[in-house]
């Protein structure tokens, strides 16, 4: 089995959580939520900041529009700028110590809005 095929088979689950006032179901897999964890931890701050506004701007468009009204690919986009703007939520101004504490990483992981459901 390739890993692309394992990838795809890994347990995902719907979460609800709600950003910026409006509440947006995001699809997760646990493997996506580490990695997107240390890719926003790696980044320099001034960099990991302009893509924030961007994905800021980009996911208040989907707002407007309104997420229900989109579909294929400006859904999955909408829901991808969601998902990065709650792991920035949930890892907040911890960036820096993150990248040495592994144990905080974790604890990252372990946020509720992040978990399956039972």
Known sequence: MSENE?????FSWDAT????GSEVVIPLKASVI???IEDQISI???HRKAILRSTIKKFSAGLKK???NLKGEALQEFQWNAFILLIDDIIANRHIAM??????VEQAIAD???QAPK
């Not at 394992?6 to 890994?10: G, L, R, S």
């Not at 959580?17 to 910026?20: A, E, G, H, K, N």
């Not at 990248?99 to 905080?104: E, G, K, N, Q, V």
């Open 6 to 10: 394992t990838k795809d088979e890994e």
């Open 17 to 20: 959580v709600t950003l910026r």
């Open 34 to 36: 580490k990695q997107e």
């Open 44 to 46: 320099k701050g001034s």
């Open 66 to 68: 309104g997420a229900e």
């Open 99 to 104: 990248r040495s504490d592994a144990a905080l």
């Open 112 to 114: 509720p809005r992040l």
